[in-house]
């Protein structure tokens, strides 16, 4: 099997995570609402699912390979019917990787047991496993969570929330984690909210959710971010904020910008700020940026689609629907042959003759990582009978490695990280090549949190590294290209 990113030439979210706390007296059931949260979360990973949920202190757990509704079915959601669940979706790093970094990841400890689901990426996971296996701990997966997992149980002294600001200490890099123990569910996020986490509420209960569109998807309403830096509690009695040192220290805040370029869903707000929103601004920014005379603006579907329109509107071209995808390909078809690259890209995507034909058109695509796919499409556009392609990059020239839980390749493999935008012109065959500035992106995204009534304008603050190299918690440049 071939994983479809490597196939379509896109950076990787890696993780989703959900979990809730419901009424099981009034008949609500936490496993199936978390079941119903991964669907919405399903687009960040795609190799496993997982739900591990909580009745009288016992926990149970059920994980394996494929997608949540592959993974879950009636009876086995029967099996795992309580009061307490949290999930968990995952894109494996490596196509080679095992089962055993499926999460949640669950362990004994002095208090019990204890689930975790983690999204992100401990930078000095290695370092913290090296120490603690000098203290006794053996290590049974590669995954993050185990550390997370082996840190909070190792200061479990101190109490659950005093374990968790302690490890909150020690823990380095991107998380946004849920841990189930104690009869409550435990929502942390970063001091640098690096990925996103909410939380929301409904009559039944309550849940956290990578995504509010999978709080949503559930019926909870008063949806928050949890801030970076902070502890939820989550209990039958309901939701209490733990203010952690890390969250009054204030790391500011770094969102990663990446979340509303491609990764989450149009639907979520994250931090305040609407996904679609961001990418509609963004292609009309962009569009300003690059002031390109054609016949009409085409998208490359999903994720390009609010950014075409934008372009669209703030360029006064006309958008047409140009590309058209196949939804039915699924996970595991048969990859063709490299000699048949051209029905690779025609099985996922097709060019609109009509819409092409004689004329000068504006491909709009969220980002370019190796370039293979842009040439593909640039192809398709003339094949289709295009005159002119100008391909238009509602975000900047990825050139550096992702550490916080994103596989976008390695930095060598990045089509900008060694090339001028004219050297990947002439490589994609676009007759004119336009990303949209650092500046320009920075801007739009803090004009939309000034904007947000659910923002906190004056707290906003992004990460750009894969954009900028400037990466939020270090002053060094990254080591992981
Ligand atoms: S480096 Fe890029 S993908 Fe990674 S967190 Fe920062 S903005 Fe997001």
């Given at each position: 099997?071939?994983?479809?990113?490597?196939?379509?030439?896109?950076?990787?979210?890696?993780c989703?995570?959900?979990?809730?706390?419901?009424?099981?007296?009034?008949?609500?059931?936490?496993?199936?609402?978390?079941?119903?949260g991964?669907?919405?979360?399903?687009?960040?990973?795609?190799?496993?699912?997982?739900?591990?949920?909580?009745?009288?202190?016992?926990?149970?757990?059920?994980?394996?390979?494929?997608?949540?509704a592959?993974?879950?079915?009636?009876?086995?959601?029967?099996?795992?019917?309580?009061?307490?669940?949290?999930?968990?979706?995952?894109?494996?790093?490596?196509?080679?990787?095992?089962?055993?970094?499926i999460?949640?990841?669950?362990?004994?400890?002095?208090?019990?047991?204890?689930?975790?689901?983690?999204?992100?990426?401990?930078?000095?996971?290695?370092?913290?496993?090296?120490?603690?296996?000098?203290?006794?701990?053996v290590?049974?997966?590669?995954?993050?969570?185990?550390?997370?997992?082996?840190?909070?149980?190792?200061?479990?002294?101190?109490?659950?929330?005093?374990?968790?600001?302690?490890?909150?200490?020690?823990?380095?890099?991107?998380?946004?984690?849920?841990?189930?123990?104690?009869?409550?569910?435990?929502?942390?996020?970063?001091?640098?909210?690096?990925?996103?986490?909410?939380?929301?509420?409904?009559?039944?209960?309550?849940?956290?959710?990578?995504?509010?569109?999978?709080?949503?998807?559930?019926?909870?309403?008063g949806?928050?971010?949890?801030?970076?830096?902070?502890?939820?509690v989550?209990?039958?009695?309901?939701?209490?904020?733990?203010?952690?040192?890390?969250?009054?220290?204030?790391?500011?805040?770094?969102?990663?910008?990446?979340?509303?370029?491609?990764?989450?869903?149009?639907?979520?707000?994250?931090?305040?700020?609407?996904?679609?929103?961001?990418?509609?601004?963004?292609?009309?920014?962009?569009?300003?940026?690059?002031?390109?005379?054609?016949?009409?603006?085409?998208?490359?579907?999903?994720?390009?689609?609010?950014?075409?329109?934008?372009y669209?509107?703030?360029?006064?071209?006309?958008?047409?629907?140009?590309?058209?995808?196949?939804?039915?390909?699924?996970?595991?078809?048969?990859?063709?042959?490299?000699?048949?690259?051209?029905?690779?890209?025609?099985?996922?995507l097709?060019?609109?003759?009509?819409v092409?034909?004689?004329?000068?058109?504006?491909?709009?695509?969220?980002?370019?990582?190796?370039?293979?796919?842009?040439?593909?499409?640039?192809?398709?556009?003339?094949?289709?009978?295009?005159?002119?392609?100008?391909?238009?990059?509602?975000?900047?020239?990825?050139?550096?490695?992702?550490?916080?839980?994103?596989?976008?390749?390695?930095?060598?493999e990045?089509?900008?990280?060694?090339?001028?935008?004219?050297?990947?012109?002439?490589?994609?065959?676009?007759?004119?090549?336009?990303?949209?500035?650092?500046?320009?992106?920075?801007?739009?995204?803090?004009?939309?949190?000034s904007?947000?009534?659910?923002?906190?304008?004056?707290?906003?603050?992004?990460?750009?590294?894969?954009?900028?190299?400037?990466?939020p918690?270090?002053?060094?440049?990254?080591?992981?290209?």
């Open positions: 099997m071939v994983a479809p990113a490597l196939l379509w030439d896109r950076p990787r979210e890696e989703g995570v959900f979990g809730a706390c419901m009424d099981a007296d009034a008949g609500a059931d936490a496993a199936l609402t978390t079941f119903y991964l669907m919405s979360v399903q687009h960040r990973g795609q190799d496993s699912a997982g739900i591990a949920s909580s009745r009288e202190g016992r926990i149970r757990v059920i994980k394996g390979p494929g997608l949540a592959e993974v879950f079915h009636e009876d086995a959601l029967a099996r795992l019917r309580g009061s307490l669940a949290i999930g968990h979706v995952r894109n494996a790093a490596r196509a080679d990787e095992d089962d055993s970094a999460q949640p990841f669950v362990l004994r400890f002095t208090g019990g047991m204890m689930a975790v689901a983690h999204n992100g990426s401990i930078t000095n996971s290695q370092a913290l496993r090296d120490r603690l296996g000098r203290s006794g701990v290590f049974h997966s590669e995954s993050d969570a185990e550390v997370i997992g082996s840190l909070i149980a190792r200061y479990y002294s101190l109490g659950m929330t005093g374990a968790i600001e302690r490890a909150m200490e020690d823990l380095e890099g991107a998380y946004s984690f849920l841990i189930m123990a104690d009869q409550s569910i435990y929502a942390v996020r970063d001091p640098y909210g690096f990925r996103p986490l909410a939380l929301g509420s409904s009559p039944d209960g309550w849940a956290a959710a990578s995504e509010t569109c999978a709080l949503d998807s559930v019926g909870m309403a949806k928050r971010d949890v801030e970076p830096g902070e502890i939820t989550i209990t039958k009695d309901g939701l209490r904020r733990v203010s952690t040192r890390a969250s009054r220290r204030g790391a500011g805040r770094a969102t990663c910008i990446f979340e509303y370029i491609y990764f989450a869903r149009p639907d979520s707000v994250v931090d305040g700020i609407n996904v679609a929103a961001a990418r509609h601004a963004l292609g009309a920014r962009l569009a300003d940026e690059a002031q390109v005379e054609a016949d009409a603006v085409i998208s490359v579907p999903e994720s390009g689609v609010a950014a075409g329109l934008g669209a509107e703030a360029s006064g071209i006309r958008y047409q629907q140009g590309l058209i995808r196949n939804r039915y390909l699924g996970r595991t078809f048969i990859r063709p042959k490299a000699s048949q690259r051209e029905t690779g890209v025609r099985l996922k097709n060019a609109v003759e009509h092409c034909a004689g004329r000068r058109v504006v491909l709009v695509d969220d980002s370019i990582v190796r370039g293979t796919t842009s040439a593909r499409l640039v192809s398709l556009m003339r094949k289709s009978g295009a005159r002119q392609v100008h391909l238009g990059v509602s975000s900047p020239p990825v050139k550096f490695a992702c550490p916080y839980g994103i596989d976008t390749s390695r930095g060598r990045l089509v900008a990280a060694t090339r001028s935008v004219e050297e990947i012109r002439q490589l994609i065959g676009a007759d004119s090549l336009h990303y949209l500035s650092v500046q320009g992106m920075l801007q739009t995204m803090h004009a939309l949190a904007s947000s009534p659910s923002a906190d304008g004056g707290k906003a603050g992004f990460c750009t590294a894969c954009f900028s190299g400037v990466y918690d270090r002053a060094e440049p990254c080591e992981c290209a």
